[in-house]
């Protein structure tokens, strides 16, 4: 198995410090460099827990191609015969957290809610597309391509993006129960 650690932190790491050396040569604010450095060691993140470990042999590429297509799940809440274990519970809250923080951040923006929704899709499709696409070069499944984990990942952004708004409207009302209500006193 080739693990993500210690080669593939060692790599991210340089990658985000030149990224912010880069950035504070040409002058960038250390709000926008922190917001990109965040981005990036949330790509790196989202990289080392959906792709890795990868098995190093898998028989040549192609040749299980039937198989690894017989083991994606294409059906919606179907988590097998039995009902949900733990196991299950777990995958669940941890496809929804790991794209919180690309919801959270989403919320923090001005894009409207359908834009919202259209990246909280296209994010599930990307991570399960990924995780898919490497399994057909590899030639091997060695990760499961779920439709359930696609939808918990787009529910992810969409939860982010909500608590995030929420609080800001919460923030805002707050504010403007504090303020006077007559500006001249």
């Known amino acids: 198995m080739i693990s993500f650690y210690p080669d593939g932190f060692l790599l991210a790491a340089a990658q985000l410090a030149l990224t912010d050396f880069w950035m504070r040569r040409r002058g960038e604010s250390l709000r926008r460099r922190l917001r990109i450095l965040a981005w990036g060691a949330y790509g790196w993140l989202l990289l080392a827990l959906v792709v890795f470990p990868l098995p190093v042999d898998c028989g040549s590429p192609g040749s299980n191609i039937e198989w690894i297509l017989s083991r994606v799940n294409l059906r919606p ?42 990246w909280a899709g296209l994010m599930g499709i990307w991570l399960e597309g990924m995780q898919l696409a490497i399994s057909l070069g590899l030639g091997c499944a060695y990760r499961a391509v779920d439709i359930n984990d696609m ?35």
Do not use: C, H
Request: charged residues 20%; glycine residues 10%; proline residues 6%.
């Open 77 to 118: 809440f179907f988590y097998g015969e039995q009902p949900i274990p733990r196991a299950v519970a777990a995958d669940i809250l941890g496809n929804l957290l790991l794209t919180l923080p690309a919801g959270a951040a989403l919320g923090f923006s001005n894009l409207s809610k359908r834009s919202i929704t259209a």
């Open 151 to 185: 939808l918990l990942n787009a529910a992810g952004v969409w939860l982010g993006a909500g608590l995030v708004r929420l609080a800001r409207r919460k923030m805002a009302l707050r504010r403007s129960a504090d303020s006077p209500s007559d500006p001249g006193e």
